[in-house]
């Protein structure tokens, strides 16, 4: 492969920016000094400095000019940034001149003009260094951590709005609610408005179909020929692989997400209710949103230390559901609803990982994943559990009584499965059962009232 010598210095520039800026304000510095104790040693320090300073800031505006040549850039950015920086270097040199040079050796050129010029450049700097934050973070990139009590002291137009959901999922607008805040999060700092790898945005519909450089960016209904599909799913380590520059990758969900979305048509204004989806997708969809139709807001919810997000990372990367419960509450909600037809011993191997976050468990659903006993007994480790769904799994009497271990659980679904009557002793001692979900199993109507006598007030649903 030939070397491109151009873009492989330009590609220093972020390194080579630095060295000028630290050594101009190492020059202001020695400057400040100067002003109260003269000395001819400061004086030639000044003026090495400001001399290296201006040469490395050339070399900077160089080769950032080389990176540039690139593309990717939004152009009035770019036009100031570069011509505020190529200024800088400039007056640095002019500054070094005028103290240099024997005949402009007078007090007002070589001390009060020197040190205004001196001032404009570090100005410069401050001002060419935001835009440059610009186009390689994104717009707000400096001020998105600002401690609160600066915050009313800048303005922040364009920072995005949170959208509110819609009370019931069938309402949600797929695209605007599912994929762009997918693009956003993890896509906008390098395909923006103002910052275009590849020529591609996506921060809008039309710049989203307009493409890229390859021009299929997304292709509706070929997965296949989209290019963003084939550029998130190639290996981490590989040149081609999205989100670069180290930025955090799509999750196994968002990539599914993603996927399905292209597959059906890439449809832009289509609501939930109006696709028709089945019903893993739809349950998969208002998951990812954060739905619960049982919601209890008069649950108060125990407290729990930080989860360890190495774990939660793996998981999430193992192709397990994890959400938080509530942005205020460490508190986890975990689905298998990817990882229903895995083998039986990467299931086994994800509930060991899943005890370690025993504290933070608080919703589990294994529906239809034909667990095994020895699966059930991992789960009964899991006793901060509130909330367990467990349906259409094939259990037995046997393969239930590990579940007696679960004292917190106020929720259970173990319907549309085999057990019977003999399961009615392991439900009796659950101490915090509240609701259980019987439908298609082969307990009697008679088990049912005597679970009922023994726990008064347990919603039984069949």
Same mark, same amino acid.
């Given at each position: ?198 020529? !591609? ?180 480790? !899991? ?80």
């Amino acid at each position: 492969m030939q070397t491109d010598w151009s873009l492989f210095f330009g590609s220093f520039h972020p390194l080579i920016v630095h060295i000028p800026i630290g050594i101009i304000l190492f020059a202001a510095l020695l400057y400040v000094i100067a002003a109260y104790r003269s000395s001819r040693i400061l004086d030639i320090a000044i003026n090495i400095a400001l001399f290296v300073g201006a040469i490395s800031a050339a070399f900077a505006a160089l080769s950032g000019y080389f990176l540039s040549a690139n593309g990717g850039y939004a152009p009035d950015t770019l036009f100031w940034h570069k011509w505020i920086g190529i200024a800088a270097a400039i007056l640095t040199f002019c500054v070094w001149l005028i103290r240099k040079n024997k005949k402009y050796d007078v007090v007002l050129l070589k001390g009060r003009i020197s040190a205004w010029l001196l001032s404009l450049c570090i100005l410069f700097i401050t001002v060419g260094g935001h835009l440059g934050g610009t186009m390689t973070h994104g717009e707000g990139y400096m001020t998105a951590h600002m401690p609160s009590f600066l915050r009313s002291f800048f303005s922040e137009p364009n920072k995005v709005q949170l959208k509110k959901l819609p009370q019931q999922p069938d309402s949600v607008v797929i695209f605007a609610d599912i994929i762009q805040p997918i693009f956003t999060s993890k896509c906008i700092n390098c395909h923006n408005s103002d910052k275009q790898k590849g020529e !591609l945005n996506l921060s809008s519909v039309e710049a989203i179909m307009k493409g890229g450089k390859s021009g299929n960016t997304i292709v509706p209904g070929d997965v296949e020929k989209s290019e963003l599909m084939h550029r998130i799913t190639l290996d981490p380590g590989s040149s081609k692989f999205m989100p670069a520059e180290k930025q955090p990758p799509l999750t196994a969900v968002e990539t599914g997400l993603l996927k399905w979305w292209i597959a059906s048509g890439a449809d832009f204004t289509k609501k939930i209710g109006e696709a028709n989806l089945d019903e893993k997708t739809k349950y998969l969809l208002s998951f990812y949103l954060g739905y619960d139709e049982e919601n209890n807001t008069e649950i108060i919810l125990p407290e729990a230390p930080p989860a360890d997000s190495i774990i939660v990372q793996e998981l999430k990367g193992m192709k397990l559901v994890v959400r938080s419960l509530t942005a205020q509450s460490n508190l986890l909600d975990v689905s298998f609803v990817m990882v229903q037809k895995a083998s039986l011993e990467q299931k086994k191997m994800l509930l060991q990982k899943l005890l370690k976050l025993k504290d933070q468990l608080y919703y589990l659903d294994l529906s239809n994943c034909s667990l095994t006993n020895d699966n059930l007994a991992l789960v009964a480790g !899991l006793t901060n559990l509130n909330k367990l769904a467990v349906q259409k799994n094939n259990l037995t009497d046997d393969a239930v009584a590990p579940l007696k271990a679960l004292q917190q659980l106020v929720n259970l679904n173990i319907g549309q499965n085999p057990i019977t009557d003999k399961s009615i002793s392991i439900f009796d001692q659950m101490d915090g059962l509240q609701k259980i979900n019987l439908w298609q199993t082969s307990i009697t109507d008679e088990g049912v009232k005597k679970l009922q006598a023994a726990k008064i007030g347990l919603v039984v649903e069949r």
